[in-house]
């Protein structure tokens, strides 16, 4: 049986998706099984009784998945961390380091005008086109946090 361009290339992109985010039953489950199914994690941080990977699903991915696994390298859990009880987390005053514990990277970086800092934007999934902005100071603390709409969501294409 002949299987036609179109087929292959459908088959090609399913298999692709396979490995977005972590398995249902993630629980036992080796590093090693982990990253063959979801690729090298972008960070590994050592946490409290053994180490995290995070897997930020970007640059117009709404995920960024925590694993974390145990001191003999099995995984106890996972979880999505792009979320507004997570978002709600954030506060002035926050380091950037602590942002980047509790988030992960940010899908995008604004650089302000006159050296004012950065702007970090985190896409996640909601029903609004909006995603979550985050103004680090040039100190690396958070200045203000809250919700924008995405420059693919503005009505007459300017970048905000």
Wanted: glycine share 12%; proline share 7%.
């Amino acid at each position: 049986m002949r299987m036609s361009w179109w087929g292959l290339a459908g088959v090609t992109l399913l298999s692709a998706c396979s490995g977005y985010g972590p398995p249902r039953e993630v629980a036992g489950a080796t590093r090693e099984a982990i990253v063959a199914r979801m690729g090298p994690p972008d960070v590994q941080r050592a946490v409290e009784g053994g180490t995290r990977l995070e897997y930020p699903r970007g640059p117009y991915g709404r995920h960024t998945y925590f694993v974390y696994l145990d001191a003999d390298g099995r995984a106890t859990r996972s979880e999505q961390v792009l979320t507004e009880a997570r978002f709600n987390q954030i506060a002035p005053g926050m380091t950037q380091d602590a942002v980047s514990l509790a988030l992960g990277r940010p899908s995008e970086v604004w650089r302000l005008g006159r050296d004012r800092g950065t702007v970090w934007n985190y896409r996640y999934e909601n029903n609004f086109c909006l995603w979550f902005q985050i103004e680090i100071t040039q100190e690396r603390t958070v200045r203000s946090a809250g919700y924008g709409e995405p420059p693919e969501c503005n009505k007459n294409g300017a970048i905000p």
